[in-house]
């Protein structure tokens, strides 16, 4: 309803359903597909790593939650 205006698609209403869609398909045929295109996606960006700092390594979270455990037994 937004390409056409609203007395061209009074015909269709009373038309059977397979008329309809061949309607539709021979529409469908003459679209032009590039203009319905969007932009090409751009290259992925590997991920930055940080640099090691030797001051704040990494610890994991399993590793500190055991050593939690271990302090709290008596």
């Known amino acids: 309803m937004i390409a056409l205006p609203l007395l061209i698609w009074h015909p269709f209403a009373q038309m059977p359903v397979a008329a309809f869609a061949e309607s539709l398909k021979a529409w ?5 597909l590039k203009r319905c295109s969007c932009s090409p996606r ?31 037994l008596p």
Do not use: S
């Open 28 to 32: 469908a045929t003459q679209v032009d």
């Open 42 to 72: 751009g290259t992925k960006e590997l991920a930055k790593k940080e640099p090691f700092d030797p001051k704040h390594p990494y610890v994991a979270t399993a590793r500190l939650l055991k050593q939690k455990e271990n302090r709290r």
